[in-house]
C-alpha cells in the first residue's frame, strides 16, 4: 500500500496528533501561547516525521480533511485545558494554501471555536508568504473575516519564501516569526543578525508581535533579547510536545 493510501485512512483511525510547542514572552518569562504541529502515529508504519506526510497531504489533496481536523482538535484541546483549570494560552494551527483556496477556512474556524465554547481571541491562524502569494485576494478576504471574528493571524517563516513588503500593508496580521534559518546564525553571521533586526523594527512599526522561531542556545536568547523580540520558540525552552507533557509544563508555571 502506498503512504498516500495510508494517509488517507489516518484521519478516520485516529492516528493524527497534534503536538504543542510554547511561545515564551521575554517579559516575564511565561508561556503565552502554543504552535499545534501535526504527528501522524502509523498502526502499521510508526511515527512518519511531518516532512514526509505533510508534501504528500498538500500534493493529494488530503490536507483538506486534515487540516480541518487541526482546526477542530485544537479547539478542543483549548475546552479541555479549560476545563481542567489550566491558565488560557493562545494555540496557534497552520493553515496551507490549498485550505484558504477551499474559501471555507472562515467557516471551518468559526464552527469549530462555536461548537467548543472557545473564544476567537485564543486562536491563531498561521500562514506563510505563500499564501498569501497564492489567489491573492480571496485569501485576503478570509483573512480579513477571521480577523473580524477576533481570531489573530501570524505570518510564519518570515523571509525565506517570496516576501513582499507589499503584503504586510495589505493583509491584516497580528504577528510575525522570523524565520529559524536567521535565527541560527544570528550571533555568527552579520547578515542574519542584521536581517532579523530590521525584521523586528519592521514589525513593531506596523505594530506585530515578534516570534523568534528555533531558539536553541542562550547566545541566541541574548541576542533576540537585546534586539526586542517579543517571544521565543525553540528548543532551548521546549520541544513541541504532547498534549499530558505540555499540561505537566503548564501546571507548573500556573
Ligand atoms: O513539526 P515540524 O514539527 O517537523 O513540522 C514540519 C513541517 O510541517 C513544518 O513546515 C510545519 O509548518 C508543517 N506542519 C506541521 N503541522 C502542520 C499542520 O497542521 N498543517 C500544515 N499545513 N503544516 C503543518
Ligand atoms: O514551518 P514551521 O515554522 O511551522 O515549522 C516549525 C518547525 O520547526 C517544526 O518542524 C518544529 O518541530 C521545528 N522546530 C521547532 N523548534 C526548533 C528548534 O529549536 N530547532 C530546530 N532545528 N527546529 C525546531
Ligand atoms: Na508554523
Ligand atoms: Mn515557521
Known sequence: MSLEVHLRHA???NELRLYFQPQVSLADGRVTGVEALLRWQSAELGMIPPGDFIPLAEDSGLILDIGTWVIEEACRQMKAWHAKGLPAMTVAVNVSARQFATGTVPAVVS???RDNGVAPRWLEVELTESVMMHDSEHTQMQLNELSAMGVSISLDD???GYSSL???SRFRLDKLKIDQTFVKNITTDPRSAAIARATTALAHGLNLVVVAEGVETEGQLAFLRDMGCDKIQGYLFSRPLPVDE?????????
Open 166 to 168: 507589499g503584503y504586510l
Open 111 to 113: 464552527k469549530a471555536l
Open 11 to 13: 484521519v478516520e483511525r
Open 246 to 254: 505540555l499540561s505537566v509544563l503548564l501546571l507548573e508555571q500556573r
Open 158 to 160: 518570515f523571509g525565506t
